[in-house]
């Protein structure tokens, strides 16, 4: 069963406004959950490491006061995409490493489906 | 500037034949690498990794292979099944344990 869950799994909303998506853990604690954005055939491109207790670490060129992250607890984390416009439009996923430091045990979420009018 | 390449954008394969996913890669300190599977609207599913200090793993049908001089590496599916069909992404890990991944192949198994 699926490991890292994500809400909503699709979002349409108005340009101007704000989005907040939720990525969860559910049966293992996460210091660290990574943020990624997939435009269509391309890659999946790291936004953002979120680090519980801590700052998140953006990638350069990413906005970090457009992309807020708040990793409030071991099992939780959220990306909030503010005045969305429809450029922001996108496939957002996060993952988690399992074992802490163990890239090969990062499972992801299904992926949230954004879509900005 | 893409690190990590999949110049493949689709495979067609059929049935009972070997599928090779190929991946090219530019920086020399990646350590480890990994294969993914992605269904469309999912996030990507773990499917096998290899360390730098190795050219071969095997894990049943799949075995990855990684030549460090060519800074090359491969996926192979022997026996194909048409579950197979998927977006696969190689992708290769940086000292600071993030991800970087390649653009993906669309593979299609026929039969």
């Known amino acids: 069963g699926a490991v890292v869950s994500q809400h909503p ?8 406004t704000s989005v907040k998506i939720e990525c969860r853990s559910l049966d293992f604690q ?6 990624y954005r997939q435009f269509p055939k391309q890659s999946l491109m790291l936004m953002a490491t ?4 801590s700052k998140a670490t953006y990638e350069q060129g990413v906005e970090k006061d457009k992309f807020l992250i708040n990793h409030a607890s071991l099992t939780l984390s959220t990306l909030t995409v503010t005045s969305a416009h429809p450029e922001d439009s996108s496939f ?13 045990t990062q499972y ?7 879509t900005v009018l | 500037d893409q690190q990590v390449k999949q110049n493949s954008p689709s495979l067609s394969v059929q049935e009972g034949r070997i599928s090779i996913l190929n991946c090219d890669y530019t920086n020399s300190m990646f350590d480890y690498f990994l294969w993914y599977k992605k269904y469309p609207a999912e996030g990507p599913t773990f ?3 290899i360390s730098s200090i190795k050219d071969k793993n095997e894990d049943g049908r799949f075995t990855v292979f990684l030549n460090k001089s060519a800074k090359h590496l491969s996926l192979h599916i022997v026996p194909s099944q ?3 069909s998927a ?4 992708a290769a890990r940086s000292y600071t344990d993030k991800l970087i991944f390649g653009t993906g192949t669309r593979l299609q198994v026929f039969p």
């Open chain 1, 9 to 16: 799994s699709r979002v349409i909303c108005k340009s101007g």
């Open chain 1, 30 to 35: 996460a210091t660290t959950m990574f943020w």
């Open chain 1, 50 to 53: 979120s680090n519980e207790g």
């Open chain 1, 92 to 104: 957002y996923i996060c993952s988690a490493p399992r074992l802490a430091g163990h890239t090969d």
């Open chain 1, 108 to 114: 992801f979420g299904p992926g949230t489906r954004l």
């Open chain 2, 47 to 49: 499917l096998i990794s």
């Open chain 2, 82 to 84: 048409p579950g197979d």
């Open chain 2, 87 to 90: 977006v696969y992404f190689c």
